[in-house]
């Protein structure tokens, strides 16, 4: 027990209560044949809720909390501790964590090593007392002035192989806490000028790293998931990783599109243009669809603002694409989201969490019952019910050419007439459950 959250008790679901409860979070309650915590798994983000600080551009920390500046083990223990209140207050069953949110770094590998690992131990026997399973583990390979030029990309071969050692040592802790999946996101692969980088090179670098990381978890046996998590732009102006497409591409050129899967967050989504929706829907058309984070940017200021969720129509829209793609299987739906700055009290964090299960329940019911009712589905498949004639389908299949259609179109005067696409009355659809 840090005490740290000890004013806080364990929230319930509580429909009528006015004060800190779920008014919609009931991890029984079955929805589409799960119960409602399995079809959702949320994960706390160790690095936001126990390490951000609450510092901007203009001015440093704002926070107080015991354990800052975390700079010794002590610290870091003391940071343990109150997290696993923290999370035990919750309920929630994951969380995750990169090694620099949960131990000071050292100087040198093996000691950086060999902090993570007594840090884990404690995990381990907070896990097997009752606390949370592990989503994913990864590691932070951005915050280090080493990496600036990037790591797996960098142009220095030693900071790759610093990197290599880093991200193994990391797989491996996440292995021994039965972690569901580990998750790469290129912090700074990507590059801030083209007139000192060779982007070729650069990704065939990053190629190289992840084919490494997948050899090395089937050879320690991890059958967890790994996880790519796209985001255009920022810490680098151009980063590799841009958005689901991309990294499709990306992984198929390197042969590894049937080894990695995809951590799609809201925020990242936004600033590369699209919806999160859209990101999850090509994911899922793709083959690799896998799991989320879920936080928001603010629409009006174009940077990564990692906010709590609170939106329910967007997020129903998000849980549609997810329970159409077969819901969660390693994934899970991760809160990368800090407070704002000025949200100083340990309340502050239990409630944003709090909201944000709520949100994330709201819209999950919500997508349930439109995929349940089938009507969504159902227009959708009278705008492609065109294809089920067997000549639609022969043209798609081996025996057709460009010249056979071609030449049948032509005989039967083909003069194709447009149909409505009724957006307006999907749309109107949509708002009927939400
Ligand atoms: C950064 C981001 C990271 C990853 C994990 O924008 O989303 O927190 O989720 O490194
Ligand atoms: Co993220």
Known sequence: MSGYF?????????????GLAFRHYDPDQMVMGKRMEDQLRFAV???HSF????????GGRTFERPWFPADTMELAIMRADAAFDFFRIL??????FHDHDVRPEGDSLAVSRDRLNRIADIFAEKMANGGPRLLWGTANLFTNRRYMAGAATNPDPDVFAYAAATVRDCLEVTHRLDGENYVLWGGREGYETLLNTDPGQELDHMGRFLSLVVEHKHKIGFKGAIL???KPQEPTKHQY???VATVYGFLKRYGLENEVKLNIEQGHAILAGHS???????????GIFGSVDMNRNDYQSGWDTDQFPNNVPEIALAYYEILKAGGFASGGTNFDARLRRQSLDPVDLVAAHAGAMDVCARGLKVAAAMLEDDKLEAARRARYAGWQRPEAQAMLGAGS?????ADKAMAQGLDPQPVSGRQEILENLVNRYV
């Open 6 to 18: 000890d004013s806080i008790s364990p929230l319930t679901f509580d429909p009528d209560s006015e």
């Open 45 to 47: 983000a160790y690095w």
């Open 51 to 58: 390490g951000w600080e609450g510092g901007d551009p203009f």
């Open 91 to 96: 309920g929630v069953p994951f969380f995750c």
């Open 228 to 230: 790519l998590e796209p």
């Open 241 to 243: 990783d841009y958005d």
């Open 276 to 286: 999160f929706e859209h990101e999850l829907a090509m994911a899922n058309a793709l």
């Open 401 to 405: 050419s460009l010249e056979s259609i």
